[in-house]
Structures are given as structure tokens and as C-alpha cells.
């Protein structure tokens, strides 16, 4: 996926997996079926003590709460100076302050960010 294309993806479940999956460092991401009323996506994430646990993947771009974690996460991968940097670019354009930016806008952030390339996970039944 292009780094440009990722501004195309609206807020909600695709932005929340990408984020999980590419920033976050969650494995086998996957949409799952919850008791037919709606779509989820669960993947593994370790837990403190580096073990891989299943869990639902978090909101991250639409809920302020879980996307300061991304914050944290581009720390802790030495991330933090270009992810603040691509945050600013993407709130100037909409001329606003860096510190008001919206969970989807500091998600799109991060995941330019990035430096290799990003994984889309794929939907069932697309091929």
C-alpha cells in the first residue's frame, strides 16, 4: 500500500487493523463473525511478559483514549521525531494544531511513519 493512499482510508475498522497490525506489532489479524450482528477484527498481541494473546483489535481512529497508545508505541520504536513531523503536515493542512488532532488523523500519521513497507490484511472472500 502506498503511503498516499492510506489518507483514502476512512476512520473505523481498516484504519484500526493497519494501525494494529503495522504500528502496533499484532499478528495474524483477521475479520471475524460475532454472533452474525456484526464484523470484528481479533489478532494476537503480546502481553507484558511477551506472550502472544488473541484480542479484539482496539479503535484506535476513532477513539481519543486507545490512539495515545500510538503515541507511546512510535516512542518505543525510535519513530517519534517523523511521526510528529508527518502529525504536523497532516494538521496543517486542515489548520489546526498538532495537539487537536483527530484519532484517525494521528493514525494515518503513524502509519506513514513507518519505514517498511505496509501489510494490508485481507478480507475473506476478496481475491
Known amino acids: 500500500m502506498k503511503k498516499t493512499e492510506i489518507d483514502k482510508i476512512p476512520a473505523g475498522p481498516e484504519l484500526d487493523t493497519l494501525v494494529a497490525e503495522n504500528v502496533m506489532g499484532w499478528r495474524e489479524v483477521r475479520r471475524q463473525s460475532k454472533n452474525g450482528e456484526r464484523d470484528i477484527y481479533v489478532g494476537k498481541k503480546q502481553d507484558k511478559l511477551g506472550r ?22 512510535m516512542k518505543e520504536l525510535g519513530l517519534s521525531k517523523k511521526y510528529l513531523m508527518q502529525l504536523s503536515q497532516i494538521t496543517e493542512a486542515t489548520r489546526m494544531p498538532a495537539d487537536w488532532a483527530t484519532p484517525a488523523q494521528r493514525c494515518r500519521a503513524a502509519l506513514k511513519a513507518m519505514r517498511t513497507p505496509l501489510r494490508l490484511v485481507r478480507k475473506p472472500g476478496r481475491d
Open 52 to 73: 502472544w494473546r488473541s484480542a479484539e483489535v482496539r479503535p484506535y481512529s476513532t477513539d481519543p483514549n486507545e490512539s495515545m497508545a500510538i503515541e507511546s508505541r
